[in-house]
């Protein structure tokens, strides 16, 4: 298999990845689930993904589509770079090993399909909060809490950030 057909590759669908999980799980292998928009990756995203592949022995990233992004209220002009765009480099990070993309608001119907072995979050969120209004909440806690299963964030990394790099942009700095 050529690099971009192994790249294409772990770009899938919800049913091929739960097939892909269900084998890792024969393997006796864990899973880790993080997802996002990640419109443009800077060192903070790279920081997340690479802490969240430690929690695991396969991380999934659950893509927000370019519909679902719509929802999200993050500006008129998001996502810059289309999901299959984003899909695609993401895909070509070493630490992610599948990329699945969700045109819900949010990952909880994924989250409840691919019952990962661990869900991620960054530092803005809380793996405490059970009110689901909350802003810290993290979405499908409450599916990893009945399932035994755990749900965690880690540290984001300072001054990065997708809105303060397209302000980067717009304002002419580096």
Do not use: C
Request: hydrophobic fraction near 35%.
């Amino acid at each position: 298999m050529s690099q971009l057909e192994f790249l294409k590759s772990k770009i899938q669908t919800k049913n091929q990845v739960q097939k892909t999980i269900s084998r890792w799980r024969l393997k006796g292998k864990t899973s880790v689930f993080t997802n996002g928009v990640f419109d443009i990756l800077h060192k903070g995203h790279i920081t997340l993904l690479a802490k969240a592949a430690e929690e695991a022995d396969y991380l999934v990233l659950g893509l927000n589509s370019d519909q679902s992004v719509r929802t999200l209220g993050k500006g008129p002009d998001r996502p810059i770079n289309s999901e299959y765009d984003r899909a695609y480099v993401l895909a070509a990070l070493s630490s992610v090993d599948a990329v699945v993309v969700f045109n819900e608001s949010t990952p909880y119907e994924l989250i409840k399909d691919l019952e990962p072995d661990v869900l991620l979050k960054g530092g803005d969120y809380d793996p405490n909060q059970r009110e689901k209004s909350a802003k810290d909440y993290i979405v499908g806690s409450d599916l990893q809490l009945a399932g035994g299963r755990k749900t965690i964030s880690i540290d984001l990394v300072e001054g990065y950030s997708t809105t303060s790099t397209i302000k980067k942009i717009a304002d002419g700095k580096d």
